[in-house]
């Protein structure tokens, strides 16, 4: 019988237990928050909905720790901790767009982040309605090449034997 790796196991029941999520609302000690930066050894900067108060780290919990995966941009729901000067969070939940309605519905998202999240769900509304290639995005693993430059030169030619023949 064959065996599978633990880690891929771990991976699996995370990523069922994110599909499978009920949408819970943040409690009182629980904080939408946004990733500014990574600092490594699973640390993240990130700033809150208030402009006042200064950007600070966050912890990733052993159980999301390489299965799951935090860029610049992404929205976080932490939870304060107690011990750490520099650390004072711990990431509960990582939210998807989803979490993002249900939280707007609802009326808890933050009025600092919510310009951004509106911005966001207009190109996931008119993905069906856009199939053109002109949306997407430039592949920067390939070469540039300039086919207008190679049109003019095939166009001077022109010219030139023209010119020749009078």
Same mark, same amino acid.
């Given at each position: ?20 999520? %009920? &949408?819970? *609302? ?8 946004? $990733? ?6 699973? +640390? ?29 941009? %992404? &929205?976080? *729901? ?8 520099? $650390? ?6 990582? +939210? ?22 509106t911005l966001e769900e207009l190109p996931a509304q008119n993905q069906e ?38």
């Amino acid at each position: 019988m064959h065996r599978s790796h633990p880690s891929i196991n771990r991976r699996k029941h995370l990523m069922k237990e994110m599909m499978a999520d %009920d &949408f819970e *609302l943040p409690t009182e000690q629980q904080q939408i928050v946004r $990733v500014v930066s990574s600092r490594g050894n699973n +640390l993240h900067e990130v700033e809150t909905s208030k402009t006042e108060e200064e950007n600070f780290l966050v912890s990733m919990p052993n159980k999301f720790r390489k299965s799951m995966w935090v860029k610049r941009g %992404d &929205f976080l *729901l932490i939870e304060p901790i107690e011990e750490g000067d520099k $650390v004072k969070a711990e990431i509960c939940k990582i +939210l998807t767009t989803d979490h993002v309605r249900e939280y707007t519905k609802a009326g808890i998202w933050p009025e600092r982040f919510a310009k951004k999240a509106t911005l966001e769900e207009l190109p996931a509304q008119n993905q069906e309605d856009s199939d053109c290639e002109d949306d997407l995005l430039p592949n920067t693993n390939r070469p540039v090449t300039n086919q207008e430059s190679s049109e003019e030169e095939d166009d001077d030619d022109e010219d030139t034997t023209s010119s020749d023949e009078d």
